[in-house]
């Protein structure tokens, strides 16, 4: 499995190299196909055959050099490869290919790489050149079909591998809006709580200075740590965007269900009571599945802060065999307290769960007083540790 691995890195970073060096690569080609068409002339011939001349050998490598240029003019190259290859059977008796190594590479790079028009046009001039070909050659049957079908398979192996790049790339830009939709989420859910936590704290300072100096020195000192995470959390997001970059800063660990205490502190520092109590054996979380728990209590307890009018709040994580259930629960103003903006905060906890497989749902709380939030993930049952 490891070697497989370090064959299919070398191999991803040949790809890699060979897309920033087009040039490099044809060249290779070029040189591959004159090696191989090189062989008749080294090979022993027969006495009653026509030798292996200079002239011979120089006119087939005149047919291999336009594969240099096989990206940059592939229909220029075609009729090179045509009119030499042409020359060479009515001008020299010289030694035959097993294959036509030039014409099957430049019929797959048209086929690759050129559109509609271009490949109608080198499929017609194909019809009309394989045909005569064959009559200056052997005037066969058996060649005739035999040149057909590798000529079509070459064209065929060129579409082929542009409907796989054209995957590929599609692909490639489904996984970028995924993760660009991510990480704006991420900073949503960042910006989103400690925004209404500096809120709640910014508009009780006044208050507290005149009643309870003592208070509004708390107010303060939660107004700035709440920032500072913030900063810090923001400053990993763009550090993903731009990774690999010089002067990127490190990665940090993602948050996960060991922060959830902290943040419960936070929440309470702008008076709101959070009870947090969990319930079930304790579980090591995949990494991603631990972010999204923590992600969902985060924007959950965000919900309640901005638009319930709530006084307590309880959030409960229950560990069960492959599952993790995350309950946030609290009194305040119930359904309605969560339209507009809040909406947009239980679309981002659906997403989440559903990322890994899991349910979200949300609703008046137990007797329909206040609103509670119930969110199902999936947990790998070897994640146990203890209780």
């Known amino acids: 499995m490891r070697i497989r691995g370090e064959v299919r890195g070398r191999w991803e970073r040949a790809r890699t190299w060979g897309g920033a060096n087009p040039w490099a690569v044809d060249l290779g080609i070029a040189l591959l196909v004159q090696a191989a068409m090189t062989m008749p002339f080294v090979v022993p011939r027969g ?49 035959g290919q097993p294959l036509p190594y030039t014409g099957l590479v430049i019929v797959y790079t048209i086929g690759h790489l050129s559109p509609p028009g271009k490949r109608l046009a080198t499929a017609g001039l194909m019809v009309v050149a394989v045909p005569a070909s064959v009559w200056l050659n052997t005037r066969s049957a058996r060649e005739l079909t035999f040149s057909l079908f590798v000529f079509g398979a070459a064209y065929v192996f060129g579409r082929l591998q542009d409907a796989r790049q054209r995957a590929h790339l599609i692909e490639a830009e489904r996984a970028a809006a995924r993760e660009r939709a991510r990480i704006a989420r991420e900073m949503h859910d960042i910006l989103s709580h400690a925004v209404s936590l500096m809120i709640v704290q ?49 990665r940090e660990p993602q948050p996960d269900l060991s922060g959830i205490p902290a943040l419960v502190e936070r929440v309470r520092s702008g008076g709101l009571l959070v009870e947090y109590t969990t319930e079930g054996g304790v579980r090591a979380l995949p990494t991603a599945t631990g972010a999204s728990a923590y992600r969902i209590v985060q924007e959950a307890l965000t919900n309640v802060v901005k638009h319930a009018g709530a006084r307590r709040a309880d959030v409960r994580l229950a560990h069960a065999d492959g599952v993790l259930r995350v309950t946030v629960t609290d009194d305040g103003h119930g359904p309605q307290g969560v339209t507009g903006s809040g909406g947009h905060g239980l679309t981002g906890i659906r997403e989440r769960a559903a990322a890994h497989g899991g ?29």
């Open 359 to 387: 349910t979200a749902t949300a609703g008046p709380g137990p007797g329909g007083r206040g609103f509670e939030v119930r969110v199902l993930l999936p947990v790998p049952s070897t994640a146990e540790v203890g209780r």
């Open 47 to 95: 006495p009653e055959l026509e030798p292996a001349t200079w002239a011979a050998y120089g006119l087939t490598t005149l047919t291999v050099v336009p594969l240099v240029w096989r990206r940059r003019a592939p229909m220029a190259v075609l009729l090179a490869i045509l009119a030499t290859s042409t020359l060479y059977v009515l001008a020299l008796e010289g030694p």
């Open 202 to 250: 910014a508009e009780a300072g006044p208050v507290a200075v005149r009643a309870a100096p003592e208070r509004a020195e708390a107010a303060f000192e939660a107004i700035s740590e709440t920032g500072r995470e913030a900063m810090t959390q923001l400053r990993q997001m763009l550090g993903l965007l731009r990774e690999g970059s010089e002067g990127a800063p490190p």
